[in-house]
């Protein structure tokens, strides 16, 4: 599993399953009306993160030396921090999110604010699409060969068709597992864009080295071939990483595992 799919996997079944909830809310008052402008709102987002996908890579490219170590560093950090948020947004309010979605659109169709429900699946669909395209840009920065294209499609085809499948009458499938699996396995590719991040930041000389390598495990596993080349591809890997990435990387992982105690 590459980390191209499990990036647009999550995202876009987190986005099927928000609007999912909100087509079933809509169910309640039978107009089939109000579900075409919901696809509409739906349609925008998926549209609008494509021109947000364009923009982006216009706008943001074609840095050079030190500016684009800077670049980079910075979006790893971004990514980093996107990635924490949302895994720990997704653990927070998955208990309660099909009974607010469930509120706000009731209360939507009594204050006759139609344009509200629009305007929930269309961010919920853009927010996913903008958080895929920072993710992807920075785990292909990272791992320094490139998005996997077709795991990346793999992964919005297969959230989609498993979104129909809840939606259609799957109730068994286990979202909340799900999301706890991979939020997991995310944590874990975000400490690893923090680490690659503050590398990056370093080779710039905006942090200092201090030492670097801290130890070297190329001879062992090489990050360059096999099963290193894999772990780097997917969480970041690096074979012989500076004190400060190893420090920054241990302490993140310490405090996500007390916010999960507490």
Do not use: C
């Not at 959230?159 to 129909?164: E, H, K, S, T």
């Amino acid at each position: 599993m590459s980390a191209s799919f499990l990036i647009t996997f999550r995202e876009g079944l987190e986005a099927a399953v928000i609007v999912g909830i909100l087509f079933s809310a809509l169910r309640v008052f039978n107009d089939k009306k109000q579900n075409l402008l919901l696809w509409a709102g739906v349609l925008a987002g998926i549209l609008a993160s494509i021109g947000f996908a364009w923009l982006f890579e216009v706008f943001f490219g074609g840095f050079s030396g030190k500016a684009e170590k800077i670049y980079e560093g910075t979006l790893m950090i971004i990514a980093f921090g996107v990635i924490t948020h949302m895994v720990l947004w997704m653990r927070k309010t998955s208990k309660n999110l099909k009974k607010e979605l469930t509120d706000k659109v009731q209360k939507a169709f009594e204050k006759k604010e139609i344009w509200f429900i629009v305007a929930l699946a269309f961010t919920s669909v853009v927010r996913e699409g903008i958080e895929t395209v920072i993710f992807l840009k920075a785990i292909s920065v990272q791992s320094a060969q490139g998005v996997s294209g077709l795991g990346a499609s793999l992964g919005i085809v297969t959230a989609v068709a498993l979104g129909f499948a809840i939606y259609y009458g799957m109730k068994s499938f286990p979202v909340k597992k799900f999301f706890q699996i991979t939020g997991a396995l995310l944590i874990f590719i975000a400490a690893g864009l923090l680490a690659h991040g503050i590398v990056e930041f370093q080779g710039a000389g905006v942090l200092p080295t201090f030492i670097k390598p801290l130890f070297d495990l190329s001879p062992l596993l090489s990050e360059k071939e096999g099963l290193g080349a894999i772990l780097k591809a997917i969480f970041g890997y690096d074979a012989n990483p500076s004190l400060m990435a190893v420090l920054a990387y241990g302490l993140y992982m310490t405090w996500i595992i007390r916010r999960h105690k507490a």
